[in-house]
């Protein structure tokens, strides 16, 4: 466990996850981001509360983590001046996102480090989102599986999704694909910073194990699908108002709750550029 001095470190479950209390984003120094890039290495996904930043401060923030990422098919403040910003906005006439288990953008060639996703209306009750540590996932798998899946290798790509033809995400910014977008990562990968192994396969995005017939892939990943499904694995946030989160996209999934469809829920997210798996 690391030890903290600038901030206060809440964690809000046994396997990934905790509340960081005791700073205000918008005037952060250098010790106390020093403290909550070692949470997050250390509990993989964080969460803040009460913060109210200008979508600059928000950038701001997330620039200290890298630079920032631009998606490929969501830009809906584009002509705002902020491409970097996906809105995720959801009412009685317009559905949720996210709503199965993911890890963002795995169909490029350098998926994300992570995002920084900050909660503008939240609904009176549900609307929650939800991480799961693909650290646990992997350790809980016997050491045959484990000796498998590192020898192996899946293709990600956006047929499920961004290429699909009724693939709801007008509503949010977004537009289709033209052609499929994809790319090839290990099923396991080794995270750059820690040195853990994770699993790295997601029903969004991932399309096949490379080099396996049709039915020995599909039965395989819908295996693993199931697996990181696991409640041992996973934490559930509640949002408020101002509330923030921050996730290491290298070694997590998550969903959101689509629990209340007639309330109104906006959320605005950045996302901070990753390397290649490994």
């Given at each position: 466990?690391?030890t903290?001095?600038?901030i206060?470190?809440?964690?809000?479950?046994?396997t990934?996850?905790?509340?960081?209390?005791n700073v205000?984003?918008?005037?952060?120094?250098?010790?106390?981001?020093?403290?909550?890039?070692?949470?997050?290495?250390?509990?993989?996904?964080?969460f803040?509360?009460?913060?109210?930043?200008?979508?600059a401060?928000?950038?701001?923030?997330?620039?200290?983590?890298?630079?920032?990422h631009?998606?490929?098919y969501?830009?809906?403040?584009?002509?705002e001046?902020?491409?970097?910003?996906?809105?995720?906005?959801?009412?009685?006439k317009?559905?949720?996102?996210?709503e199965a288990?993911?890890?963002?953008v795995?169909?490029?060639?350098?998926?994300?480090?992570?995002?920084v996703?900050?909660?503008?209306?939240?609904?009176?009750?549900?609307?929650d989102?939800?991480?799961?540590?693909?650290?646990?996932?992997?350790?809980?798998?016997?050491?045959?599986?484990?000796?498998l899946?590192?020898?192996?290798?899946?293709?990600?790509?956006?047929?499920?999704?961004?290429?699909?033809e009724?693939?709801?995400?007008?509503?949010?910014?977004?537009?289709?694909?033209?052609?499929i977008?994809s790319?090839?990562?290990?099923?396991?990968?080794?995270?750059?910073?820690t040195?853990?192994?994770a699993?790295?396969?997601?029903?969004?995005?991932?399309?096949?194990?490379?080099?396996?017939?049709?039915?020995?892939?599909?039965?395989?990943?819908?295996?693993?699908?199931?697996?990181?499904?696991?409640p041992?694995?996973s934490?559930?946030f509640?949002?408020?108002?101002?509330?923030?989160?921050?996730?290491?996209n290298?070694?997590?999934?998550?969903?959101?709750?689509?629990?209340?469809?007639?309330?109104?829920?906006?959320?605005?997210r950045?996302?901070?550029m990753?390397?290649?798996?490994?």
């Amino acid at each position: 466990m690391t030890t903290y001095h600038h901030i206060a470190v809440q964690p809000i479950a046994g396997t990934l996850g905790a509340e960081i209390h005791n700073v205000n984003l918008s005037n952060l120094n250098d010790a106390a981001f020093a403290e909550i890039r070692a949470a997050l290495l250390e509990h993989q996904v964080i969460f803040f509360r009460d913060q109210e930043l200008t979508r600059a401060q928000h950038k701001s923030f997330g620039r200290r983590f890298g630079d920032l990422h631009i998606h490929p098919y969501l830009q809906p403040l584009k002509e705002e001046g902020h491409p970097e910003f996906l809105i995720l906005e959801s009412d009685a006439k317009h559905p949720f996102v996210a709503e199965a288990w993911h890890s963002d953008v795995t169909f490029q060639e350098t998926p994300p480090l992570g995002s920084v996703l900050r909660c503008v209306a939240a609904p009176e009750f549900g609307g929650d989102t939800m991480w799961a540590s693909m650290y646990a996932a992997y350790d809980a798998l016997s050491s045959t599986m484990q000796r498998l899946l590192g020898e192996l290798v899946a293709i990600h790509d956006t047929s499920r999704t961004f290429s699909r033809e009724t693939y709801k995400i007008e509503h949010i910014g977004g537009k289709r694909a033209e052609g499929i977008a994809s790319a090839e990562h290990p099923v396991i990968r080794t995270h750059p910073e820690t040195g853990r192994k994770a699993l790295f396969v997601n029903s969004a995005f991932t399309h096949s194990i490379k080099e396996m017939k049709s039915a020995e892939s599909t039965a395989l990943l819908d295996f693993l699908y199931r697996h990181i499904e696991s409640p041992d694995f996973s934490c559930r946030f509640r949002w408020r108002k101002n509330s923030m989160a921050m996730w290491d996209n290298r070694c997590t999934q998550h969903r959101v709750l689509a629990d209340n469809l007639t309330a109104y829920r906006r959320m605005e997210r950045i996302t901070v550029m990753g390397d290649k798996p490994f």
